[in-house]
């Protein structure tokens, strides 16, 4: 690791709490960002401070990203640098190319390019309804490229995928009780995951997954004429597993329940409607318990349940009918 400069210095993150004390302390970053921009010969570019991922990032100049990683965040580090390293060139569309990795103290940072961002989170309101069915399915074409990459020679952080699932099912009740969910689901989530079964045979090839498919993290282009998809950004939560586990997320992250959405998805990404049976959706609504950021509390605010839905049974058919 590298040393702490005189008079600026990463600070020291023990946990989230800290980290979220801290992470809006702009000028301390910025002052920072400006040390690791002179040390690549990037001064005078200009720093804007995005607000992606759960990392700290600036723009620098019109041509990078600088992203900033807490010690308490090092796995997502490696996640994106591998990616980062390996994708570019290997979608349908851009992915950001890795520039240069190091550390100041114990943070870590990535520099890479910029992609010229415009995420479809900010042009939803103006891309028409027929718009964004293409899009979506445009989307599901690109995620049909990202999950035939099921080799893991090149990643890091490699996971057997049952094991994550017995880990994530140890902890998902509580972690939703945590989160404030009405102790009623709370107790429903638990008697729902012990209903359903994840496991996967042996044979099985974990794919690549992004795990966080959503509006922010999609960039477009040619909103005002015909909007397309141009890029991907944000790998800090890649993975490797079940293909499915990326549709969880999406499913309310980017389609919010929307039924025609989810179904040019899935059209795009070339599931058969055969496949997309009471056992698919029941799979997703497990995955979303178990996904790793996954807040069920803000999922309700989001998509309010209508009266006489009771049970996950219910609410899978109601969220991933497609």
Request: include cysteine; glycine fraction near 8%.
């Amino acid at each position: 690791m590298g040393a702490a400069r005189p008079g600026i210095s990463f600070p020291a993150v023990r946990n989230r709490e800290e980290y979220d004390a801290l992470v809006k302390s702009d000028p301390l970053f910025r002052r920072l960002a400006a040390l690791i921009c002179r040390q690549h010969g990037l001064s005078g570019l200009g720093l804007t401070r995005l607000s992606v991922g759960t990392s700290i990032c600036f723009q620098v100049g019109r041509e990078f990203v600088l992203k900033l990683f807490a010690p308490i965040f090092e796995r997502n580090c490696e996640a994106e640098c591998a990616v980062l390293s390996y994708l570019p060139g290997k979608l349908p569309v851009a992915v950001p190319e890795l520039v240069a990795r190091g550390s100041l103290d114990d943070w870590q940072y990535l520099l890479m390019t910029y992609l010229g961002e415009r995420p479809l989170a900010d042009s939803w309101g103006s891309v028409s309804g027929s718009c964004k069915l293409h899009l979506f399915e445009e989307l599901g074409r690109v995620l049909a490229v990202l999950h035939k990459h099921t080799d893991q020679c090149w990643f890091p952080l490699r996971t057997d995928w049952n094991s994550f699932l017995t880990c994530r099912a140890a902890s998902a009740v509580s972690r939703h009780r945590r989160l404030g969910l009405d102790e009623t689901w709370v107790q429903r989530a638990e008697e729902f995951l012990g209903s359903i079964d994840l496991r996967t045979p042996g044979w099985f090839r974990p794919s690549l997954l992004h795990t966080e498919i959503m509006r922010e993290h999609i960039i477009v282009a040619d909103v005002s004429s015909s909007p397309r998809i141009s890029g991907l950004i944000d790998f800090e939560a890649a993975m490797f597993g079940h293909p499915e586990f990326e549709f969880s997320w999406a499913g309310v992250q980017l389609t919010r329940g929307d039924k025609r959405l989810l179904g040019a998805l899935l059209d795009g990404y070339g599931l058969p409607d055969t496949a997309r049976d009471t056992a698919f959706r029941r799979r997703l609504m497990a995955y979303t318990l178990l996904h790793p950021y996954s807040v069920m509390k803000w999922y309700f605010d989001w998509m309010p349940v209508p009266c006489g839905v009771t049970t996950f049974e219910q609410l899978a058919e109601l969220w991933w009918a497609a």
